[in-house]
């Protein structure tokens, strides 16, 4: 396919050098901006599809990816990452973002990232041969099955599915569904309820997460769940039907699996934060090549009050996520104040000020803002599902409130300090 002749895909972005951060962050910046907008951002079109051509072309770019030096952010140097620490990560994410595509072109796949993240930190030696090591090589898929149709997820202690030990081996039973990835998946990540009672840490001590090889007898894939109108998405649901796995399969020790999604979401809730925030940069930055190129009515749109309203809305909105991203990744970095209200507020903020900036860049547009002609139909659907996936916001508000009212009750008052 190629680009439409008034294509503005092959925009470039610019960026400057930040006065007050590490060098290191700097340099990571600019050639990862090289690299977006010098070979994906113009590739964008092509990239859309699944072809000999198109597969080469991914090929190359990831192995100009892995020339720079930029591969995998997300893992440490031993295991084949750029092993740079938490705030360069979240830079890099920033720029990485301008494309919808970077992510699978730099080594960062979700739900295989997030898994990956977990085995380094819970898997035992036998484990990350088996399952780590090919994962990272892309020999083989994963995917991470916690969320229920007959319960909460936005309550991850009402967990059915169940594993119960039966001599050497886990006994899983329950049904899942939105596992992302689970049909090309070898492997699923399942969080199973494994104590009825409280457990030893007390009530967050009931769930332990399994894996369970998706050729196991009784993993039963019964649909993959259409979203926003895509028939063909990969958001399966699952039954696990007494589903048998070796003992030896558990991640970390038993009671241990809230604990692993809490690290699995926690901090990278800031990677994504500042994904969203390079999302509203480019939003951003269509809207404005627009405004200046589209006639309407004897001038071009950048002269009409209105659309100044929406470019001036959408600064104010991109800055100030973005201001409060970098926030809470310095509190995260210094291991000072209060991680917990900070990441929920970005948690909030952010998704709902991308969806704001998308919506009016796609108004910009007209028509073709709802089109596949440019990036902006496909972050919508994206914003507005942040807004639930990763703990819905209602959930986040409940935290920020709790945690501020803490400590009026502790008879302090709310320290902006920190
Ligand atoms: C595209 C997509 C991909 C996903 N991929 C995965 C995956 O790979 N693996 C996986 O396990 N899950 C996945 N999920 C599921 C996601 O994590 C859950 O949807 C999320 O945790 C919310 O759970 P729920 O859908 O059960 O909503 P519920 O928990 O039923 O919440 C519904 C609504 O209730 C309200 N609510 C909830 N709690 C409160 C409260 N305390 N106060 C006030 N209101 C409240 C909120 O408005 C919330 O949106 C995915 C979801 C989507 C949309």
Redo the contacts with the bound molecule.
Sequence with gaps: MTAPADSIMEGKLTISPIPTVDPEINEIRRKTAEIVTGHIIPNENRLRTWNDETRALRDQIKQTVKDAGLWAPHLPKEYGGMGIGFMKHAYMNEILAWSPFSSALFGVVA?NSGNQNILIKYGTEEQKKQWLEPLINGEIES??????PE?????PYSIQTRAVRDGDEWVINGH?W????ARRAHFAIV?CRTEEEDGAGGTQEKMTQIIVPTDTPGFNIQRSVP?WGHEGGD?CEIIYDNVRVPVTNQLGRTGSGHQAAQDRLGAGRVYHCMNSVGQMWRAFDLMCRRSIEREVRGGTLEHKQFIQGFIADSYIDIMSARLMTLHTAEVIDSGQGDVRTNISAIKIQVPEALHRVVDRAIQVYGAKGVSTDTPLEGMYRGAR?LR????????H??LIAKNVLKRYHDGMSWDFGV
């Design positions: 739900p995917c991470f099955s916690m969320t229920e319960a909460a997820g936005s309550d899942k939105f596992t992302s990835n969080m979203v958001h599902t639930i996936a990763d703990g819905p916001d209602e959930v508000r409940v």
